[in-house]
């Protein structure tokens, strides 16, 4: 039987959740089955894994240097018509493609060409509290003309299944929620040390630490973690504040740490690879978001067994269930972000119950095998594989 001819588009394959998500696609699918290409911008700040990938995906990755995550209309028609004689001379069954500016260029160009099926997965709610009233107005109104021709949304959580019924993007039979799926066995298998990695950290091991991994940007709430921090410290003397990851916010939070005379408690460590070692010798992972659509680094807390304290936001409440898994608080409030750090600090217990039921929770729902297989069962349906015609 013929092979479902599939293109994955991307804006880049960066380090982050998204690509994460398509590398695992792209790989995980059944080559007798699917003959992928995958189709991306310029790629600049590729995690391990990637980098370990693209090589050995040779000729069926394609880059498109005009493909860019900011909107500029002179490099956005170069990379439309780039799209467009690409799918025109590749013939694919399916189109799929990730993230906003891709999807948008991705989808129109597919349709164009003739691509007989589309299907567009965003990797997240982008109808508020990212672009402005304006900004999300667009995109509002983009999605809205896409879905025309789109055959299916994948989305990765209820909530953004809700957002694109609320925001009249498509009806609800068009959107398939498929939960974000992590490689669950990299997690299980990672060896660590947990004194040595805490003394390479000039950590010294009684000490309890709290981790922040995230970009270090005002939707994700991170600078109410060090005025959390500074409450912890009265109280819970041994305790350290772990901070991996970059953003706008970084040099603020520093210089609110000094200011709060707690500095010397914290660890910034900028961006890292080594997240899982990181996670594994953590006693609780805290993510203060303000929006968030899925949260990728609270799957991966729960695969290593971290409970989290984490805000009530977007589609953080299906992934962490409150008081069983971690703990849920208000956003924009250090009081409520400290009172639940100090809890499970305070409860060793407690703390160590929501670890290993995260680890269960994520078994359950967050796989890699579980996210493709429905992927590919979407993929059949649409091409109806199973009844010889593509």
């Not at 804006?11 to 994460?20: A, E, F, K």
């Not at 909107?71 to 170069?78: E, H, M």
């Not at 936001?313 to 750090?341: F, H, Q, R, W, Y």
Request: proline share 3%; hydrophobic share 45%; aromatic share 8%.
């Amino acid at each position: 039987m013929k092979k479902i001819k599939i293109a994955q588009v991307i804006t880049r394959m960066d380090w982050g959740g998204s690509p994460d998500i398509v590398r695992i696609i792209c790989n995980k699918l059944e080559p007798l089955v699917y003959e992928i290409t995958l189709i991306s911008g310029q790629t600049l700040y590729p995690s391990k894994k990637t980098k370990e990938f693209l090589p050995h995906f040779g000729n069926k990755f394609t880059v498109i240097q005009e493909l860019r995550r900011d909107i500029n209309p002179f490099y956005d028609l170069r990379a439309l018509s780039k799209l467009y004689q690409l799918f025109r001379k590749e013939k694919f069954d399916i189109v799929h493609t990730h993230t906003a500016k891709a999807g948008a260029l991705g989808r129109i160009a597919a349709k164009l060409a003739g691509t007989p099926r589309i299907i567009h997965m965003s990797h997240g709610h982008n109808f508020y509290g990212y672009f402005g009233v304006l900004g999300s107005a667009m995109v509002t109104v983009v999605e809205r003309f896409c879905n025309k021709f789109t055959d299916k949304i994948i989305a990765l959580t209820e909530l953004e299944k809700e957002d694109l019924i609320k925001f009249k993007v498509c009806k609800p039979e068009k959107v398939a929620v498929v939960n974000s799926g992590l490689e669950l066995d990299s997690y299980r298998k990672v060896n660590v040390d947990a004194v040595n990695i805490k003394q390479s950290f000039g950590i010294e091991p009684h000490l309890n630490l709290v981790g922040m991994i995230s970009r270090l940007e005002p939707v994700k709430g991170a600078d109410h973690i060090v005025r959390a921090a500074k409450i912890v410290i009265d109280r819970f003397v041994n305790v350290r504040f772990l901070i991996a990851g970059e953003g706008a916010l970084r040099e603020k939070m520093e210089a609110d740490a000094r200011e709060l005379g707690i500095f010397d408690k914290f660890l910034f460590l900028g961006w890292r690879e080594d997240i899982r070692e990181i996670l594994s010798v953590l006693d609780l992972l805290v993510q203060p978001s303000l929006n968030e659509a899925v949260g990728r680094i609270l799957i991966e807390a729960g695969a290593c067994g971290v409970p989290v304290v984490a805000t009530k936001v977007g589609g953080i409440p299906e992934i962490i269930k409150d008081n069983e898994t971690g703990i849920l608080v208000l956003p924009k409030d250090a009081d409520s972000l400290a009172k639940g750090i100090l809890f499970l600090l305070e409860n060793k217990e407690k703390r160590v119950a929501m670890g290993e039921k995260a680890k269960a929770w994520v078994d359950e729902k967050f796989s890699a095998e579980k996210m493709v297989n429905e992927i590919s069962d979407l993929y059949k349906k649409l091409s109806n594989y199973e009844n010889g015609i593509i």
